[in-house]
Structure formats: structure tokens, C-alpha cells
């Protein structure tokens, strides 16, 4: 079965220090990709999103995110972090040939940057 | 402003109890979308529908009911049948992807359950 799999599920950074969180999927064929922030007491908000072309997006807030197809990989990056980035980290994968707009998400990360 | 609005934020349900989970969106948003998050275990999809009167199950299906009467409203309700309830739910919503071009989705605030 296809899946998603963020590899960090508790990370403790210092502010300033850099981040990388890691996620991969299962599945061979066409993807879109996303990564997705859910700060305390907020809903999930669209960080940044990979159609095609250029493998490295950038979002908001300083973050950016590669595509490694060969790897199928998507791991989310920020070079110097901020206490206001503490939240949790969800990234998601929506197969084209599903036909359908389904989202299958990893299990998230916690972030927590200490001031 | 256009989004999705969950009601109510925090329900409590009695064991043996339906309860159903409002979820509305002035986007004119053709799909809509139930998960469950639970701590460690990400987003897992209950339902999906891609259009009005029309809705598929996802993988965690068992114990949820919905409907989709009017393209702005997708309710689900919690049967009895559902063993482990207590979880928070989310609705999102997106553009029918079959469309061609997708942005992901708007989600909703979400609605805490706890079964008493």
C-alpha cells in the first residue's frame, strides 16, 4: 500500500540552529507533493507545494523543500529557524493517476525550537 | 473571506451516541474531505467527496456515515459502530482535481470528540 513516512516524529532545535525534516512515499508513478504547518491552536496551512519543474520550492516563512525523485523524497529545510516556527509538520502526496484530489499524509513531526 | 467552517470545536458523546460533525465551505469547492488525527498517526482519510450526491470511503471508514446534499456542506456523523471515537477531526476541501490543475486543500479547524 502506498505510504508516507516522515522519519523524525520529535525534533528540539535552538533558535537559529538549521532544520531538515525528512519524508518519503511508496509510490512509483506521478506525484504532487506538499508539506503542511499546523501551529499551536491554528488549522493546517499549505507551507509550500511541488507540481513539476524546478525540484526546489520555496514557501512561506523562509522555508523551502527539495524533490529528489530518484529518491522519492521531499524533505522540508529552513536555514536558520525561530522560536515562532514551533508547530507540527505534516507532508502529503496526492497521486495524479488517482484521478482524485486525496491527500495521503506522513505522520507528522513536532517541532519544537527552544528560545 | 471564503473557508471552511467546523462546528462545534468540541463535542462530548456519551457511549452508544451518534453525533454528527457540521463541516461547511463558501469556496464553491467541488471536493470535500474527512480526516482523523490522532497523536503519532498523522491524517488518515474516513470519507471523500468528489462531487454532489456522491461520496467514496477511505481507509478508516468503519463507524462514520456522511452525506453531500449541497456542494457547500459535508457532514459526518460518528455511529456507535466506531470503537475508538476520541480523536479530532478535520474537513478540508479542495478543487476537483479532475479539473487538471490542484492546489491541495483549505482545511477547517477542526472538531475535538471525546466519548464519556
Known amino acids: 500500500a502506498q505510504s508516507v513516512s516522515q522519519h523524525n516524529h520529535h525534533v528540539i532545535l535552538s533558535e537559529a540552529a538549521s532544520l531538515e525534516l525528512g519524508c518519503n512515499y511508496s509510490?512509483?508513478?506521478?506525484?504532487?507533493l506538499f508539506w503542511y504547518v499546523q501551529y499551536p491552536g491554528q488549522h493546517l496551512q499549505l507551507l509550500l507545494k511541488y507540481f513539476s519543474g524546478d525540484p526546489l520550492v520555496k514557501g512561506i516563512k523562509g522555508f523551502e523543500a527539495e524533490f529528489i525523485k530518484s529518491k522519492f523524497s521531499f524533505n522540508l529545510r529552513k536555514p536558520s529557524v525561530q522560536w515562532s516556527d514551533t508547530a507540527e509538520y505534516f507532508c502529503a502526496v496526492n497521486r495524479r493517476s488517482s484521478n482524485t484530489g486525496k491527500l495521503i499524509f506522513g505522520q507528522g513531526t513536532t517541532l519544537q525550537v527552544k528560545p | 473571506d471564503g473557508g471552511i467552517t467546523q462546528s462545534p470545536k468540541y463535542l462530548f458523546r456519551k457511549e452508544g451516541q451518534n453525533v454528527t460533525l457540521s463541516c461547511e465551505q463558501n469556496?464553491?469547492?467541488?471536493?470535500m474531505y474527512w480526516y482523523r488525527q490522532d497523536p503519532g498517526q498523522g491524517l488518515r482519510l474516513i470519507y471523500y467527496s468528489q462531487i454532489v450526491n456522491d461520496f467514496q470511503k477511505g481507509d478508516i471508514a468503519e463507524g462514520y456515515s456522511v452525506s453531500r446534499e449541497k456542494k457547500e456542506s459535508f457532514p459526518l456523523t460518528v455511529t456507535s459502530a466506531q470503537k475508538n471515537p476520541t480523536a479530532f477531526y478535520l474537513c478540508a476541501s479542495s478543487i476537483d482535481a479532475r479539473q487538471g490543475v490542484y492546489y491541495g486543500y483549505t482545511f477547517g479547524s477542526g472538531t475535538r470528540l471525546t466519548v464519556v
Open positions: 469556496l464553491n469547492h467541488d471536493a
Open positions: 509510490y512509483g508513478g506521478t506525484v504532487n
